[in-house]
């Protein structure tokens, strides 16, 4: 068994504004121990995800560590 992470859930793991930052936050905790098997991702995948990150920041990588309001 194995498991590949997307764009969506990196964002969602980074981004506190997510609207499933919390969900992916307990994802982790299950990826991390095994429960899906082996993990992949693609340096495609990491590139998209930190253009995302640029992009809905507005280049301000503060933003991410902002907590809600």
């Known amino acids: 068994m194995a498991i590949f992470l997307d764009t969506g859930y990196y964002y969602a793991l980074l981004s ?3 609207e499933h930052h919390k ?8 990826i991390s121990s095994g429960k899906y098997g082996q993990i992949y991702t693609s340096t495609m995948i990491i590139s998209e995800t930190g253009m995302l990150v ?7 990588d503060l ?6 309001e």
């Open 16 to 18: 506190p504004f997510d």
């Open 23 to 30: 969900r992916a936050n307990e994802l982790f905790k299950e």
């Open 54 to 60: 640029l992009v809905r920041t507005h280049g301000n």
């Open 63 to 68: 933003a991410l560590s902002h907590t809600k």
